[in-house]
């Protein structure tokens, strides 16, 4: 095969046609793959500021009051239901070994956090301005933090390189794990 290639070029190395062709051939595939790149990074960053939610998110952690509507906004800020074989962080019953820190199993937990708050406060009544427990309002402020530090760091990173992508999921994990520690304290 790479004789046959040698002999293919050899033959028409005095061909300008078949040169121009080939120069125009890798033109557009390498502006065809800058052009995905870019559309694509464009397109997330359009869909980020069209829909203001990191701003309202960054509102929310650095309130200093969190008010049952800044839950409602972190709730909302999270995947609509949670992947069917995550797992809840916090769950009491499970064994720590058997704990996998990754992005979906913090959005559920931080789904069920926020469930549990908004169900309390359904029961108890809305008419309480403010999240009574120093606890919850700091452990919503650390969950908006840590999504905002997720977004910034893990969808910064371009989808081409590989090995910083794997090392950004390698210390998203420590990450996770941490917040966690911070939340159920």
């Known amino acids: 095969m790479l004789e ?38 464009t397109l997330q960053d359009a869909l980020d500021t069209k829909s203001e939610w990191r701003q309202e998110l960054f509102k929310v952690a650095s309130k200093e009051k969190i008010k049952l509507e800044d839950v409602y906004t972190l ?26 820190y990754n992005f979906d199993n913090f959005t559920k937990t931080a789904i069920n956090y926020c469930n549990r708050i908004t169900n309390i406060s359904l029961i108890e009544g809305t008419s309480i301005p403010c999240l009574s427990e120093n606890n919850v309002q700091e452990n919503v402020r650390i969950i908006a933090r840590f999504l905002l530090k997720n977004h910034w760091e893990v969808l910064g990173v371009p989808k ?3 090995l910083k992508r794997f090392l950004v999921q390698r210390s998203l994990r420590k990450d996770i794990k941490e917040t966690i520690s911070m939340i159920q304290q």
């Open 75 to 100: 709730r909302t800020t999270l995947r609509y239901t949670p992947k069917k074989r995550s797992k809840d962080l916090l769950c009491t019953n499970c064994s720590p070994k058997g704990k996998e």
């Open 160 to 162: 081409y390189r590989p």
């Open 4 to 41: 046959w290639i040698q002999n293919f070029f050899e033959t028409n190395k005095d061909n300008v046609i078949f040169d121009g062709l080939i120069v125009a051939f890798l033109t557009i595939v390498m502006g065809s793959i800058i052009d995905l790149v870019t559309t694509n990074a």
